[in-house]
Protein backbone atom coordinates (compact mmCIF):
# COMPACT_ATOMS: atom_id res chain seq x y z
CA UNK A 1 0.00 0.00 0.00
CA UNK A 2 1.01 3.50 -0.37
CA UNK A 3 2.65 5.80 2.66
CA UNK A 4 3.75 9.19 2.59
CA UNK A 5 6.49 9.84 5.09
CA UNK A 6 6.89 13.68 6.49
CA UNK A 7 9.65 15.09 8.85
CA UNK A 8 10.05 16.98 11.03
CA UNK A 9 6.73 17.03 12.93
CA UNK A 10 7.83 20.32 14.41
CA UNK A 11 10.26 22.98 14.03
CA UNK A 12 11.25 26.10 15.53
CA UNK A 13 13.67 27.81 13.65
CA UNK A 14 14.81 31.54 14.12
CA UNK A 15 14.49 34.18 11.38
CA UNK A 16 17.19 34.31 8.90
CA UNK A 17 18.11 30.57 9.61
CA UNK A 18 17.37 28.02 6.43
CA UNK A 19 14.78 25.37 6.32
CA UNK A 20 14.54 21.84 4.29
CA UNK A 21 11.51 19.60 4.90
CA UNK A 22 11.49 16.23 3.28
CA UNK A 23 8.93 14.20 2.01
CA UNK A 24 9.02 10.72 1.03
CA UNK A 25 6.42 8.11 -1.12
CA UNK A 26 6.32 4.76 -0.78
CA UNK A 27 4.75 1.87 -2.98
CA UNK A 28 4.04 4.10 -6.14
CA UNK A 29 5.94 5.38 -8.79
CA UNK A 30 5.83 8.58 -10.52
CA UNK A 31 3.28 10.11 -8.36
CA UNK A 32 2.15 13.78 -8.13
CA UNK A 33 3.58 15.79 -5.19
CA UNK A 34 2.76 18.62 -3.43
CA UNK A 35 3.55 20.97 -0.41
CA UNK A 36 0.34 23.25 1.28
CA UNK A 37 0.52 25.77 3.53
CA UNK A 38 -2.19 26.12 6.60
CA UNK A 39 -1.94 29.18 8.48
CA UNK A 40 -3.44 29.03 11.96
CA UNK A 41 -7.46 28.53 11.62
CA UNK A 42 -7.30 28.95 7.82
CA UNK A 43 -7.31 26.92 4.68
CA UNK A 44 -4.61 24.93 2.72
CA UNK A 45 -2.78 27.14 0.28
CA UNK A 46 -1.04 24.92 -2.60
CA UNK A 47 2.58 26.14 -2.52
CA UNK A 48 4.36 24.03 -5.36
CA UNK A 49 3.72 20.67 -7.19
CA UNK A 50 5.76 18.60 -9.27
CA UNK A 51 4.85 15.69 -11.15
CA UNK A 52 8.40 14.59 -11.91
CA UNK A 53 12.13 14.29 -11.07
CA UNK A 54 13.42 18.36 -11.49
CA UNK A 55 9.61 19.44 -12.21
CA UNK A 56 8.60 21.67 -9.99
CA UNK A 57 5.61 24.67 -10.69
CA UNK A 58 5.09 27.35 -8.27
CA UNK A 59 1.66 28.75 -7.84
CA UNK A 60 2.82 31.38 -5.24
CA UNK A 61 5.62 33.22 -5.21
CA UNK A 62 7.82 33.85 -1.77
CA UNK A 63 10.56 33.13 0.20
CA UNK A 64 10.34 28.76 -0.36
CA UNK A 65 11.27 27.20 -2.89
CA UNK A 66 10.85 22.94 -3.73
CA UNK A 67 12.95 20.17 -5.06
CA UNK A 68 12.59 17.14 -6.55
CA UNK A 69 16.00 14.76 -6.49
CA UNK A 70 13.83 11.49 -6.78
CA UNK A 71 10.91 10.59 -8.21
CA UNK A 72 9.76 9.68 -4.05
CA UNK A 73 11.17 12.60 -2.38
CA UNK A 74 10.30 16.02 -2.67
CA UNK A 75 11.84 18.66 -0.71
CA UNK A 76 10.68 21.81 0.70
CA UNK A 77 13.16 24.37 1.19
CA UNK A 78 14.00 28.46 2.24
CA UNK A 79 17.45 30.22 2.51
CA UNK A 80 15.88 32.70 5.18
CA UNK A 81 13.05 32.10 7.16
CA UNK A 82 11.12 35.04 7.69
CA UNK A 83 8.32 35.38 10.63
CA UNK A 84 5.19 34.76 7.79
CA UNK A 85 6.32 31.43 6.86
CA UNK A 86 5.12 30.46 10.41
CA UNK A 87 2.64 27.72 9.54
CA UNK A 88 1.40 24.10 9.28
CA UNK A 89 3.08 22.28 6.33
CA UNK A 90 1.41 19.59 4.49
CA UNK A 91 3.06 17.38 1.60
CA UNK A 92 0.38 15.26 -0.24
CA UNK A 93 -0.15 12.77 -3.05
CA UNK A 94 -2.05 12.42 -5.29
CA UNK A 95 -1.59 9.29 -8.06
CA UNK A 96 -2.31 11.35 -10.75
CA UNK A 97 -5.94 12.79 -12.51
CA UNK A 98 -8.59 13.22 -10.24
CA UNK A 99 -8.24 10.66 -7.37
CA UNK A 100 -7.61 11.30 -3.42
CA UNK A 101 -5.05 13.20 -1.93
CA UNK A 102 -3.08 11.48 0.87
CA UNK A 103 -1.37 14.15 3.27
CA UNK A 104 1.67 13.47 5.09
CA UNK A 105 1.39 14.13 9.26
CA UNK A 106 2.65 17.97 8.70
CA UNK A 107 5.15 20.35 10.00
CA UNK A 108 4.08 22.89 12.14
CA UNK A 109 7.13 25.52 11.44
CA UNK A 110 7.43 28.38 14.21
CA UNK A 111 9.32 30.76 13.45
CA UNK A 112 10.84 32.78 16.15
CA UNK B 1 -8.04 28.73 -13.70
CA UNK B 2 -10.49 26.65 -10.70
CA UNK B 3 -11.83 29.08 -7.95
CA UNK B 4 -13.72 27.26 -4.96
CA UNK B 5 -15.66 29.38 -2.74
CA UNK B 6 -16.75 27.57 0.86
CA UNK B 7 -19.34 28.97 2.88
CA UNK B 8 -19.87 28.85 6.21
CA UNK B 9 -16.23 29.62 7.65
CA UNK B 10 -17.45 28.40 11.25
CA UNK B 11 -20.57 26.83 12.01
CA UNK B 12 -22.23 25.74 15.38
CA UNK B 13 -24.57 22.82 15.99
CA UNK B 14 -26.23 21.28 18.99
CA UNK B 15 -25.74 17.38 19.35
CA UNK B 16 -28.29 15.30 17.06
CA UNK B 17 -28.67 18.18 14.11
CA UNK B 18 -27.77 18.00 10.70
CA UNK B 19 -24.88 20.55 9.33
CA UNK B 20 -24.28 21.78 5.69
CA UNK B 21 -21.43 23.15 3.86
CA UNK B 22 -21.86 24.50 0.88
CA UNK B 23 -18.87 25.05 -1.76
CA UNK B 24 -19.51 26.95 -5.22
CA UNK B 25 -16.69 26.57 -8.22
CA UNK B 26 -15.74 28.09 -11.42
CA UNK B 27 -14.50 25.70 -14.35
CA UNK B 28 -17.51 24.04 -15.53
CA UNK B 29 -14.93 21.26 -16.77
CA UNK B 30 -14.19 19.98 -13.20
CA UNK B 31 -15.76 16.56 -12.26
CA UNK B 32 -14.33 15.18 -9.43
CA UNK B 33 -15.26 16.79 -6.10
CA UNK B 34 -13.64 15.64 -2.69
CA UNK B 35 -14.65 16.53 1.14
CA UNK B 36 -11.95 16.28 3.38
CA UNK B 37 -12.16 16.44 7.31
CA UNK B 38 -9.19 17.52 9.42
CA UNK B 39 -9.15 17.40 13.39
CA UNK B 40 -7.01 19.71 15.07
CA UNK B 41 -3.69 19.22 14.74
CA UNK B 42 -3.82 16.28 12.04
CA UNK B 43 -3.42 15.55 8.62
CA UNK B 44 -6.89 15.84 6.03
CA UNK B 45 -7.88 13.29 5.53
CA UNK B 46 -10.89 12.13 2.54
CA UNK B 47 -14.27 11.34 3.63
CA UNK B 48 -16.50 11.29 0.74
CA UNK B 49 -16.23 12.33 -2.96
CA UNK B 50 -18.79 12.79 -5.58
CA UNK B 51 -17.85 12.38 -9.68
CA UNK B 52 -19.90 14.50 -12.07
CA UNK B 53 -22.21 11.49 -13.28
CA UNK B 54 -23.99 11.74 -10.05
CA UNK B 55 -25.98 13.85 -8.21
CA UNK B 56 -25.61 12.62 -5.25
CA UNK B 57 -23.56 9.96 -2.81
CA UNK B 58 -24.14 8.72 0.63
CA UNK B 59 -22.31 6.83 3.42
CA UNK B 60 -23.64 5.94 6.45
CA UNK B 61 -24.28 9.64 8.27
CA UNK B 62 -22.79 11.98 5.54
CA UNK B 63 -23.52 12.57 1.85
CA UNK B 64 -22.38 15.23 -0.83
CA UNK B 65 -24.84 16.08 -3.68
CA UNK B 66 -23.44 17.79 -6.63
CA UNK B 67 -25.28 20.66 -8.97
CA UNK B 68 -23.88 21.00 -11.81
CA UNK B 69 -25.54 23.50 -13.69
CA UNK B 70 -24.93 25.62 -10.74
CA UNK B 71 -21.52 24.65 -10.10
CA UNK B 72 -22.19 24.24 -6.29
CA UNK B 73 -21.73 21.27 -4.09
CA UNK B 74 -22.77 20.60 -0.49
CA UNK B 75 -21.64 18.14 2.45
CA UNK B 76 -24.33 16.84 4.74
CA UNK B 77 -23.75 15.37 8.45
CA UNK B 78 -27.48 14.23 9.94
CA UNK B 79 -27.18 13.18 13.41
CA UNK B 80 -24.24 15.36 14.77
CA UNK B 81 -21.86 13.61 17.10
CA UNK B 82 -18.86 15.63 19.11
CA UNK B 83 -16.36 13.55 16.89
CA UNK B 84 -17.52 15.57 13.99
CA UNK B 85 -16.04 18.98 15.18
CA UNK B 86 -13.46 19.46 12.79
CA UNK B 87 -12.25 21.64 9.85
CA UNK B 88 -14.15 20.46 6.46
CA UNK B 89 -12.81 21.10 3.16
CA UNK B 90 -14.32 20.75 0.05
CA UNK B 91 -12.06 20.57 -3.22
CA UNK B 92 -11.94 20.36 -6.71
CA UNK B 93 -10.05 19.77 -9.56
CA UNK B 94 -7.33 23.09 -10.49
CA UNK B 95 -5.54 22.25 -13.70
CA UNK B 96 -4.55 19.79 -16.46
CA UNK B 97 -1.73 18.21 -13.61
CA UNK B 98 -4.59 17.31 -11.95
CA UNK B 99 -4.21 19.37 -8.85
CA UNK B 100 -7.06 19.75 -6.32
CA UNK B 101 -7.53 23.28 -5.28
CA UNK B 102 -9.19 23.54 -1.85
CA UNK B 103 -11.91 25.73 -0.34
CA UNK B 104 -10.80 27.81 2.97
CA UNK B 105 -12.75 25.47 5.07
CA UNK B 106 -15.08 25.39 7.51
CA UNK B 107 -14.99 25.04 11.46
CA UNK B 108 -17.42 22.65 12.54
CA UNK B 109 -18.53 22.50 16.33
CA UNK B 110 -20.92 20.17 17.70
CA UNK B 111 -22.09 20.85 21.31
CA UNK B 112 -23.10 17.82 23.14
Known amino acids: SQTIHQWPATLVQPVGSPLSLECTVEGTSNPNLYWYRQAAGRGLQLLFY??????ISSEVPQNLSASRPQDRQFILSSKKLLLSDSGFYLCAWLAGGYTEAFFGQGTRLTVV | GENVEQHPSTLSVQEGDSAVIKCTYSDSASNYFPWYKQELGKRPQLIIDIRSNVGEKKDQRIAVTLNKTAKHFSLHITETQPEDSAVYFC???????????FGKGTKLSVKP
Open chain 2, 91 to 101: AAPGGSQGNLI
Open chain 1, 50 to 55: SVGIGQ
